[in-house]
Protein backbone atom coordinates (compact mmCIF):
# COMPACT_ATOMS: atom_id res chain seq x y z
CA UNK A 1 0.00 0.00 0.00
CA UNK A 2 1.31 3.34 -1.02
CA UNK A 3 2.17 5.65 1.90
CA UNK A 4 0.51 8.82 2.31
CA UNK A 5 1.76 12.25 3.61
CA UNK A 6 1.08 16.10 3.09
CA UNK A 7 3.09 18.48 2.17
CA UNK A 8 2.69 21.69 2.67
CA UNK A 9 3.30 23.88 -0.64
CA UNK A 10 3.74 27.47 -0.35
CA UNK A 11 3.06 30.45 1.15
CA UNK A 12 7.01 30.64 0.46
CA UNK A 13 7.68 28.76 -2.38
CA UNK A 14 10.53 29.28 -5.65
CA UNK A 15 8.01 29.61 -8.05
CA UNK A 16 5.24 31.57 -6.05
CA UNK A 17 5.91 35.60 -6.24
CA UNK A 18 3.36 36.07 -3.60
CA UNK A 19 1.94 33.53 -1.33
CA UNK A 20 -0.70 30.68 -1.46
CA UNK A 21 -0.36 27.45 0.66
CA UNK A 22 -1.37 24.22 -0.68
CA UNK A 23 -1.95 20.93 1.41
CA UNK A 24 -0.82 18.52 -1.03
CA UNK A 25 -1.87 15.01 0.00
CA UNK A 26 0.35 12.37 -1.27
CA UNK A 27 0.56 8.58 -1.76
CA UNK A 28 3.84 8.41 -2.48
CA UNK A 29 5.11 10.76 -4.98
CA UNK A 30 1.58 11.40 -6.74
CA UNK A 31 -1.14 14.09 -5.63
CA UNK A 32 -4.36 12.57 -4.96
CA UNK A 33 -5.13 15.77 -3.15
CA UNK A 34 -4.72 19.52 -3.15
CA UNK A 35 -6.32 21.99 -0.28
CA UNK A 36 -5.97 25.46 -0.72
CA UNK A 37 -5.79 27.99 1.64
CA UNK A 38 -5.21 31.52 0.87
CA UNK A 39 -5.92 35.38 2.83
CA UNK A 40 -2.29 35.59 3.34
CA UNK A 41 -2.49 38.63 1.77
CA UNK A 42 -5.69 40.11 1.84
CA UNK A 43 -6.02 43.78 2.17
CA UNK A 44 -9.55 44.37 2.64
CA UNK A 45 -9.54 46.95 -1.04
CA UNK A 46 -13.38 45.96 -1.43
CA UNK A 47 -14.25 47.23 2.10
CA UNK A 48 -12.25 50.00 1.20
CA UNK A 49 -15.45 51.18 -0.68
CA UNK A 50 -17.28 53.11 2.73
CA UNK A 51 -14.28 54.91 3.09
CA UNK A 52 -13.68 56.26 -0.39
CA UNK A 53 -15.84 58.27 -2.90
CA UNK A 54 -16.57 56.29 -5.57
CA UNK A 55 -14.63 58.76 -8.18
CA UNK A 56 -11.57 57.99 -6.07
CA UNK A 57 -12.24 54.38 -5.63
CA UNK A 58 -10.41 53.94 -9.29
CA UNK A 59 -7.28 54.43 -7.40
CA UNK A 60 -7.62 51.88 -4.92
CA UNK A 61 -8.94 49.33 -7.35
CA UNK A 62 -5.77 49.29 -9.53
CA UNK A 63 -3.83 48.63 -6.86
CA UNK A 64 -5.67 44.96 -6.70
CA UNK A 65 -2.71 43.90 -8.67
CA UNK A 66 0.66 45.57 -10.18
CA UNK A 67 0.59 43.71 -13.17
CA UNK A 68 -3.27 44.23 -14.64
CA UNK A 69 -3.92 47.31 -12.79
CA UNK A 70 -4.82 49.16 -15.71
CA UNK A 71 -7.38 46.36 -16.52
CA UNK A 72 -8.81 46.88 -13.43
CA UNK A 73 -9.34 50.11 -13.14
CA UNK A 74 -11.03 49.77 -16.60
CA UNK A 75 -13.04 47.19 -15.31
CA UNK A 76 -14.33 49.33 -12.63
CA UNK A 77 -14.39 52.06 -14.38
CA UNK A 78 -16.81 50.50 -17.02
CA UNK A 79 -19.04 48.96 -13.90
CA UNK A 80 -19.95 52.56 -12.49
CA UNK A 81 -20.09 53.69 -15.81
CA UNK A 82 -23.19 51.20 -16.73
CA UNK A 83 -24.47 51.81 -13.32
CA UNK A 84 -24.78 55.76 -14.36
CA UNK A 85 -25.36 54.82 -18.05
CA UNK A 86 -22.46 57.03 -18.87
CA UNK A 87 -21.12 57.06 -22.59
CA UNK A 88 -17.30 57.25 -22.92
CA UNK A 89 -15.90 58.80 -26.00
CA UNK A 90 -14.32 56.58 -29.09
CA UNK A 91 -11.11 58.05 -28.68
CA UNK A 92 -11.10 57.23 -24.85
CA UNK A 93 -12.49 53.79 -25.82
CA UNK A 94 -9.76 52.99 -28.43
CA UNK A 95 -6.28 54.30 -26.05
CA UNK A 96 -8.11 52.10 -22.95
CA UNK A 97 -7.69 49.04 -25.50
CA UNK A 98 -4.27 49.96 -26.44
CA UNK A 99 -3.39 50.39 -23.05
CA UNK A 100 -4.81 46.71 -21.86
CA UNK A 101 -3.27 45.27 -24.51
CA UNK A 102 0.22 46.93 -23.30
CA UNK A 103 -0.84 45.05 -20.17
CA UNK A 104 -1.36 41.81 -21.60
CA UNK A 105 2.03 41.62 -23.28
CA UNK A 106 3.48 42.81 -20.07
CA UNK A 107 1.91 40.32 -18.15
CA UNK A 108 2.51 37.24 -20.39
CA UNK A 109 5.96 38.26 -20.90
CA UNK A 110 6.20 38.37 -16.86
CA UNK A 111 4.37 35.38 -16.80
CA UNK A 112 7.27 33.84 -19.45
CA UNK A 113 10.16 34.62 -17.47
CA UNK A 114 8.48 33.65 -14.44
CA UNK A 115 8.20 29.98 -15.99
CA UNK A 116 11.66 30.10 -17.57
CA UNK A 117 12.94 30.77 -13.88
CA UNK A 118 10.28 27.70 -12.93
CA UNK A 119 11.70 25.04 -14.70
CA UNK A 120 15.79 26.68 -14.31
CA UNK A 121 16.17 28.27 -17.84
CA UNK A 122 17.85 31.39 -16.29
CA UNK A 123 19.02 32.92 -19.56
CA UNK A 124 15.60 32.87 -21.19
CA UNK A 125 14.09 34.21 -18.32
CA UNK A 126 16.44 36.88 -18.13
CA UNK A 127 15.85 37.68 -22.04
CA UNK A 128 12.05 37.79 -21.33
CA UNK A 129 12.26 40.18 -19.11
CA UNK A 130 14.37 42.34 -20.96
CA UNK A 131 11.95 42.41 -23.64
CA UNK A 132 9.45 42.91 -21.28
CA UNK A 133 11.10 46.45 -20.63
CA UNK A 134 10.13 47.71 -23.59
CA UNK A 135 6.53 47.85 -22.77
CA UNK A 136 6.93 49.25 -18.69
CA UNK A 137 9.26 51.86 -21.09
CA UNK A 138 5.82 52.81 -23.01
CA UNK A 139 3.96 52.84 -19.85
CA UNK A 140 5.89 55.09 -18.81
CA UNK A 141 6.14 57.65 -22.08
CA UNK A 142 2.49 57.55 -22.17
CA UNK A 143 1.34 57.90 -18.63
CA UNK A 144 3.97 58.58 -15.95
CA UNK A 145 3.94 55.39 -14.32
CA UNK A 146 5.14 51.85 -15.03
CA UNK A 147 3.19 49.59 -13.28
CA UNK A 148 0.33 51.73 -11.68
CA UNK A 149 -0.92 54.49 -14.31
CA UNK A 150 -3.71 56.13 -12.97
CA UNK A 151 -5.23 57.41 -16.87
CA UNK A 152 -8.60 56.01 -16.27
CA UNK A 153 -11.34 57.29 -14.87
CA UNK A 154 -15.08 57.52 -14.80
CA UNK A 155 -15.87 58.69 -18.33
CA UNK A 156 -12.28 58.45 -19.81
CA UNK A 157 -9.33 59.41 -19.21
CA UNK A 158 -7.09 61.64 -17.60
CA UNK A 159 -4.46 61.69 -20.28
CA UNK A 160 -4.51 61.95 -24.20
CA UNK A 161 -1.16 60.19 -26.23
CA UNK A 162 -1.17 62.09 -29.65
CA UNK A 163 -1.18 60.14 -32.84
CA UNK A 164 2.37 60.39 -33.78
CA UNK A 165 3.37 58.85 -29.98
CA UNK A 166 0.80 56.10 -31.30
CA UNK A 167 2.59 55.72 -33.90
CA UNK A 168 5.90 55.30 -32.87
CA UNK A 169 4.57 52.79 -30.06
CA UNK A 170 3.83 50.79 -33.13
CA UNK A 171 7.09 50.69 -34.64
CA UNK A 172 8.73 49.85 -31.21
CA UNK A 173 6.35 47.04 -31.03
CA UNK A 174 7.32 45.82 -34.31
CA UNK A 175 10.58 45.89 -33.00
CA UNK A 176 9.72 43.78 -30.10
CA UNK A 177 7.74 41.52 -32.30
CA UNK A 178 11.27 40.30 -34.38
CA UNK A 179 12.82 39.44 -30.89
CA UNK A 180 9.76 38.03 -29.51
CA UNK A 181 9.96 35.22 -32.24
CA UNK A 182 12.89 34.55 -31.85
CA UNK A 183 12.67 34.07 -28.11
CA UNK A 184 9.48 32.06 -28.36
CA UNK A 185 10.80 29.56 -30.72
CA UNK A 186 12.77 28.15 -27.40
CA UNK A 187 9.67 28.76 -25.29
CA UNK A 188 8.04 25.90 -28.20
CA UNK A 189 10.37 24.14 -29.50
CA UNK A 190 13.04 23.40 -27.23
CA UNK A 191 13.49 20.00 -26.59
CA UNK A 192 14.45 20.60 -22.42
CA UNK A 193 11.18 22.82 -22.39
CA UNK A 194 8.86 20.66 -23.92
CA UNK A 195 10.09 17.87 -21.69
CA UNK A 196 8.71 19.90 -18.75
CA UNK A 197 5.31 21.52 -20.40
CA UNK A 198 3.90 18.40 -22.95
CA UNK A 199 1.00 16.19 -21.46
CA UNK A 200 1.68 17.83 -18.15
CA UNK A 201 -1.54 18.72 -16.01
CA UNK A 202 -4.11 18.07 -18.67
CA UNK A 203 -7.34 19.65 -18.75
CA UNK A 204 -9.65 18.31 -21.33
CA UNK A 205 -12.67 20.81 -23.01
CA UNK A 206 -15.07 19.80 -21.16
CA UNK A 207 -13.51 19.39 -17.71
CA UNK A 208 -12.37 23.14 -18.32
CA UNK A 209 -15.84 23.96 -19.18
CA UNK A 210 -17.34 21.82 -16.31
CA UNK A 211 -14.59 23.70 -13.73
CA UNK A 212 -15.40 26.61 -14.89
CA UNK A 213 -11.77 28.04 -16.00
CA UNK A 214 -11.42 30.79 -17.96
CA UNK A 215 -8.80 32.93 -19.78
CA UNK A 216 -5.40 31.00 -21.28
CA UNK A 217 -6.28 27.81 -18.91
CA UNK A 218 -9.72 27.65 -20.62
CA UNK A 219 -8.56 28.73 -23.96
CA UNK A 220 -5.86 26.10 -23.97
CA UNK A 221 -8.22 23.39 -23.48
CA UNK A 222 -10.05 24.29 -26.72
CA UNK A 223 -12.96 26.65 -24.77
CA UNK A 224 -13.65 29.91 -26.87
CA UNK A 225 -14.05 31.69 -23.77
CA UNK A 226 -12.44 35.38 -24.57
CA UNK A 227 -14.33 38.62 -22.72
CA UNK A 228 -12.79 41.02 -25.68
CA UNK A 229 -15.50 39.49 -28.34
CA UNK A 230 -18.52 41.72 -26.75
CA UNK A 231 -17.38 44.46 -28.53
CA UNK A 232 -16.30 46.70 -25.07
CA UNK A 233 -13.74 49.20 -25.74
CA UNK A 234 -12.60 49.31 -29.18
CA UNK A 235 -12.54 45.36 -29.86
CA UNK A 236 -15.95 45.70 -31.41
CA UNK A 237 -14.17 47.61 -33.93
CA UNK A 238 -11.38 45.19 -34.53
CA UNK A 239 -10.46 41.86 -36.28
CA UNK A 240 -9.60 39.29 -34.09
CA UNK A 241 -9.88 35.46 -32.86
CA UNK A 242 -9.45 33.93 -29.49
CA UNK A 243 -6.38 31.92 -29.20
CA UNK A 244 -7.22 28.45 -28.90
CA UNK A 245 -5.33 25.62 -28.52
CA UNK A 246 -6.17 21.90 -27.80
CA UNK A 247 -3.51 20.13 -25.90
CA UNK A 248 -5.70 21.40 -22.40
CA UNK A 249 -1.62 20.94 -21.07
CA UNK A 250 1.15 23.09 -19.59
CA UNK A 251 2.51 23.49 -23.04
CA UNK A 252 -1.06 24.50 -24.64
CA UNK A 253 -1.25 26.86 -21.95
CA UNK A 254 1.70 28.61 -22.84
CA UNK A 255 1.16 28.13 -26.26
CA UNK A 256 -2.25 30.42 -25.97
CA UNK A 257 -0.16 32.92 -24.15
CA UNK A 258 2.97 33.18 -26.35
CA UNK A 259 0.21 33.54 -29.56
CA UNK A 260 -1.74 36.07 -27.51
CA UNK A 261 1.42 38.12 -27.19
CA UNK A 262 1.66 38.47 -31.22
CA UNK A 263 -2.14 38.99 -31.31
CA UNK A 264 -2.22 42.27 -28.98
CA UNK A 265 0.55 43.45 -31.39
CA UNK A 266 -1.77 43.28 -34.08
CA UNK A 267 -4.64 44.53 -31.92
CA UNK A 268 -2.59 47.84 -30.95
CA UNK A 269 -1.73 48.28 -34.79
CA UNK A 270 -5.28 47.89 -35.78
CA UNK A 271 -6.50 50.47 -32.73
CA UNK A 272 -3.72 52.59 -33.85
CA UNK A 273 -4.88 52.98 -37.80
CA UNK A 274 -8.55 53.87 -36.76
CA UNK A 275 -8.17 55.54 -33.59
CA UNK A 276 -10.78 58.55 -33.95
CA UNK A 277 -9.78 62.47 -32.92
CA UNK A 278 -11.68 63.73 -30.64
CA UNK A 279 -12.72 63.81 -26.76
CA UNK A 280 -11.05 61.75 -24.29
CA UNK A 281 -13.33 62.35 -21.17
CA UNK A 282 -17.12 63.48 -20.53
CA UNK A 283 -17.85 65.28 -17.07
CA UNK A 284 -20.32 63.98 -14.99
CA UNK A 285 -21.52 66.34 -12.35
CA UNK A 286 -24.01 66.08 -9.62
CA UNK A 287 -24.94 62.71 -9.79
CA UNK A 288 -24.15 59.10 -7.96
CA UNK A 289 -24.36 55.70 -8.78
CA UNK A 290 -27.97 54.27 -7.48
CA UNK A 291 -28.22 51.08 -9.34
CA UNK A 292 -26.19 47.94 -9.71
CA UNK A 293 -24.11 46.97 -12.81
CA UNK A 294 -22.15 44.14 -13.24
CA UNK A 295 -19.44 45.05 -15.57
CA UNK A 296 -16.74 42.23 -17.31
CA UNK A 297 -13.06 42.42 -18.56
CA UNK A 298 -10.69 39.95 -20.30
CA UNK A 299 -7.53 40.28 -18.05
CA UNK A 300 -4.44 38.83 -19.03
CA UNK A 301 -4.99 35.98 -16.96
CA UNK A 302 -8.87 35.58 -17.98
CA UNK A 303 -12.72 37.21 -17.19
CA UNK A 304 -12.87 39.15 -14.50
CA UNK A 305 -16.07 40.57 -13.11
CA UNK A 306 -16.78 44.32 -11.45
CA UNK A 307 -20.01 44.39 -9.59
CA UNK A 308 -20.89 48.04 -8.54
CA UNK A 309 -23.69 48.61 -6.02
CA UNK A 310 -24.67 52.41 -4.90
CA UNK A 311 -27.64 54.01 -3.20
CA UNK A 312 -27.69 57.58 -4.72
CA UNK A 313 -24.66 58.68 -2.44
CA UNK A 314 -21.07 59.11 -3.00
CA UNK A 315 -20.62 56.20 -1.02
CA UNK A 316 -20.95 53.13 -3.15
CA UNK A 317 -22.33 50.14 -1.08
CA UNK A 318 -20.67 47.36 -2.65
CA UNK A 319 -17.50 46.68 -5.06
CA UNK A 320 -16.94 43.20 -5.77
CA UNK A 321 -13.86 42.32 -7.99
CA UNK A 322 -14.37 38.56 -9.32
CA UNK A 323 -10.93 37.73 -10.59
CA UNK A 324 -9.53 35.22 -13.36
CA UNK A 325 -7.21 33.58 -10.30
CA UNK A 326 -10.35 33.33 -8.09
CA UNK A 327 -11.99 31.18 -11.13
CA UNK A 328 -9.19 29.02 -11.90
CA UNK A 329 -8.49 27.50 -8.28
CA UNK A 330 -10.69 24.77 -8.95
CA UNK A 331 -8.99 23.74 -12.17
CA UNK A 332 -5.87 23.97 -10.83
CA UNK A 333 -7.01 21.50 -8.01
CA UNK A 334 -8.69 19.15 -10.35
CA UNK A 335 -5.13 19.17 -12.48
CA UNK A 336 -2.86 18.58 -9.51
CA UNK A 337 -4.75 15.34 -8.01
CA UNK A 338 -2.99 12.65 -10.16
CA UNK A 339 0.28 14.77 -10.89
CA UNK A 340 3.56 13.96 -9.96
CA UNK A 341 4.83 15.94 -6.84
CA UNK A 342 7.71 17.29 -9.27
CA UNK A 343 5.34 19.03 -11.59
CA UNK A 344 3.24 20.67 -8.65
CA UNK A 345 5.46 23.63 -9.38
CA UNK A 346 4.68 23.81 -13.40
CA UNK A 347 1.46 23.16 -12.78
CA UNK A 348 0.98 26.06 -10.54
CA UNK A 349 2.87 28.27 -12.34
CA UNK A 350 0.51 27.44 -16.07
CA UNK A 351 -2.90 29.13 -14.30
CA UNK A 352 -0.39 32.26 -14.09
CA UNK A 353 -1.55 32.91 -10.70
CA UNK A 354 -2.04 36.38 -9.24
CA UNK A 355 -2.56 36.06 -5.53
CA UNK A 356 -3.23 39.92 -5.10
CA UNK A 357 -5.86 39.59 -7.48
CA UNK A 358 -7.75 36.48 -5.68
CA UNK A 359 -7.46 37.94 -2.22
CA UNK A 360 -8.40 41.57 -3.01
CA UNK B 1 -19.36 51.14 -33.28
CA UNK B 2 -21.05 47.52 -32.70
CA UNK B 3 -23.71 46.16 -30.74
CA UNK B 4 -22.60 46.70 -27.01
CA UNK B 5 -23.56 43.04 -25.61
CA UNK B 6 -21.23 43.72 -22.51
CA UNK B 7 -24.72 46.51 -21.32
CA UNK B 8 -26.99 43.72 -22.05
CA UNK B 9 -27.75 42.88 -18.51
CA UNK B 10 -30.16 41.85 -16.28
CA UNK B 11 -30.69 41.43 -12.09
CA UNK B 12 -33.68 39.33 -11.33
CA UNK B 13 -34.54 39.09 -7.21
CA UNK B 14 -35.81 35.82 -6.47
CA UNK B 15 -37.04 34.29 -2.91
CA UNK B 16 -34.01 32.55 -1.29
CA UNK B 17 -36.63 29.09 -1.38
CA UNK B 18 -36.65 29.25 -5.04
CA UNK B 19 -32.95 29.31 -6.01
CA UNK B 20 -31.96 26.15 -7.05
CA UNK B 21 -35.25 25.61 -9.58
CA UNK B 22 -33.90 29.18 -10.70
CA UNK B 23 -30.30 28.51 -11.01
CA UNK B 24 -31.26 24.24 -12.50
CA UNK B 25 -33.18 26.25 -15.01
CA UNK B 26 -30.09 28.63 -16.02
CA UNK B 27 -27.73 25.75 -16.18
CA UNK B 28 -30.38 23.78 -18.25
CA UNK B 29 -30.14 26.93 -20.61
CA UNK B 30 -26.57 26.57 -21.16
CA UNK B 31 -25.49 29.28 -19.08
CA UNK B 32 -22.37 29.15 -17.01
CA UNK B 33 -21.94 30.56 -13.60
CA UNK B 34 -19.56 33.80 -13.62
CA UNK B 35 -19.74 35.13 -10.21
CA UNK B 36 -21.27 34.81 -6.25
CA UNK B 37 -20.89 37.72 -4.12
CA UNK B 38 -22.52 38.49 -0.53
CA UNK B 39 -23.36 42.32 -0.42
CA UNK B 40 -24.36 43.47 3.51
CA UNK B 41 -27.42 45.99 3.62
CA UNK B 42 -29.14 47.41 6.42
CA UNK B 43 -30.44 44.22 8.37
CA UNK B 44 -29.67 41.96 5.66
CA UNK B 45 -26.92 39.93 3.13
CA UNK B 46 -27.62 40.27 -0.49
CA UNK B 47 -26.30 37.22 -2.33
CA UNK B 48 -25.77 37.47 -6.20
CA UNK B 49 -25.05 35.19 -8.84
CA UNK B 50 -24.12 36.06 -12.10
CA UNK B 51 -24.67 33.77 -14.96
CA UNK B 52 -23.32 34.36 -18.50
CA UNK B 53 -23.80 32.79 -22.09
CA UNK B 54 -22.84 34.09 -25.27
CA UNK B 55 -21.56 37.22 -23.32
CA UNK B 56 -25.44 38.20 -22.21
CA UNK B 57 -25.12 38.74 -18.69
CA UNK B 58 -28.52 37.76 -16.10
CA UNK B 59 -28.13 38.13 -11.99
CA UNK B 60 -30.03 36.19 -9.70
CA UNK B 61 -30.31 37.97 -6.17
CA UNK B 62 -31.60 36.36 -2.69
CA UNK B 63 -31.75 38.04 0.59
CA UNK B 64 -31.02 36.39 3.78
CA UNK B 65 -31.21 37.64 7.55
CA UNK B 66 -27.59 38.97 8.72
CA UNK B 67 -28.07 37.61 12.06
CA UNK B 68 -27.92 33.86 11.10
CA UNK B 69 -27.23 33.38 7.40
CA UNK B 70 -28.12 30.53 5.49
CA UNK B 71 -28.63 29.42 1.85
CA UNK B 72 -28.88 26.18 -0.10
CA UNK B 73 -25.32 25.69 -2.05
CA UNK B 74 -25.79 25.37 -5.42
CA UNK B 75 -23.02 23.14 -6.01
CA UNK B 76 -25.01 20.82 -6.79
CA UNK B 77 -25.45 22.12 -9.92
CA UNK B 78 -22.52 24.48 -10.34
CA UNK B 79 -19.85 22.31 -8.77
CA UNK B 80 -16.94 25.10 -8.91
CA UNK B 81 -19.12 27.94 -7.26
CA UNK B 82 -17.11 26.34 -4.00
CA UNK B 83 -14.53 28.77 -4.16
CA UNK B 84 -17.44 31.72 -3.48
CA UNK B 85 -19.12 29.72 -1.55
CA UNK B 86 -16.29 29.31 0.70
CA UNK B 87 -15.13 32.89 0.66
CA UNK B 88 -18.56 34.18 1.82
CA UNK B 89 -18.70 31.79 4.78
CA UNK B 90 -15.38 32.58 5.62
CA UNK B 91 -15.86 36.67 5.34
CA UNK B 92 -19.50 37.25 5.61
CA UNK B 93 -20.49 33.93 8.22
CA UNK B 94 -23.42 32.29 5.10
CA UNK B 95 -23.94 29.10 6.26
CA UNK B 96 -24.28 27.21 2.63
CA UNK B 97 -26.06 23.66 3.08
CA UNK B 98 -24.69 20.93 1.07
CA UNK B 99 -22.37 22.68 0.01
CA UNK B 100 -19.93 20.33 -2.08
CA UNK B 101 -16.47 20.76 -1.23
CA UNK B 102 -16.38 22.63 1.84
CA UNK B 103 -13.12 24.14 3.56
CA UNK B 104 -14.70 24.34 7.08
CA UNK B 105 -14.15 27.90 7.70
CA UNK B 106 -10.89 27.47 6.93
CA UNK B 107 -10.35 28.87 3.69
CA UNK B 108 -9.68 32.60 4.06
CA UNK B 109 -6.44 32.59 6.79
CA UNK B 110 -6.80 35.92 7.58
CA UNK B 111 -5.11 37.62 10.77
CA UNK B 112 -8.57 39.68 11.39
CA UNK B 113 -11.37 38.14 13.18
CA UNK B 114 -14.22 36.99 10.75
CA UNK B 115 -16.66 37.09 9.61
CA UNK B 116 -17.36 40.94 9.02
CA UNK B 117 -21.25 40.78 8.64
CA UNK B 118 -21.83 43.06 12.09
CA UNK B 119 -24.90 41.89 12.75
CA UNK B 120 -23.64 37.97 12.54
CA UNK B 121 -24.45 36.41 15.87
CA UNK B 122 -22.00 33.87 16.58
CA UNK B 123 -23.26 30.27 18.15
CA UNK B 124 -26.19 30.52 15.87
CA UNK B 125 -24.63 29.22 13.09
CA UNK B 126 -24.90 25.70 14.12
Known sequence: MAKRTIIPFGPQHPVLPEPIHLDL????????????????????????????????????????????????????????EGNLGVEVPPRAEYLRTIWHELGRIHSHLLWLGLLADG????????????????????????????????VCKVGGLRKDVSNETLDKIVVRLRG???????????????????????????L????????????????????SNDVRQDGHGAYGELDFEPCLEEGG?????????????????????????KIPDGEIAVEIKGTHPAGEFVGRMEQPRGEAYYYSKGSGQKFLERIRVRTPTNANIPALVKTLAGSDLADVPMLVLTIDPCISCTER | MTERKDLT?????IEAGDLLAAVQDLKAAGY????ACATTVGGELEV??????????????????????EAQSISAIYPYVFIYENEMHDLFGITFKNLGLDYGGKFFKISKETPWNPLFEKGDEN
Not at chain 1, 51 to 68: A, L
Not at chain 1, 204 to 223: M, N
Open chain 2, 32 to 35: RLGQ
Open chain 1, 249 to 273: DCYARCKVRIRELFQSIGLIAQAVS
Open chain 1, 204 to 223: TKEEATSLGAVGPVARGSGV
Open chain 1, 119 to 150: FGFESLFMHTWRLRETILDIFEETTGGRIIFS
Open chain 2, 48 to 69: LYTFEKDNILTNRKIKLDAKHP
Open chain 2, 9 to 13: QEIIF
Open chain 1, 25 to 80: VLEDETVVEAIPQIGYIHRGLEKLVEKNEWPEMVYIIERVCGICSFGHGWGYCKSV
Open chain 1, 176 to 202: LEKELKELTEVFLDDVSVKNRLVGVGA
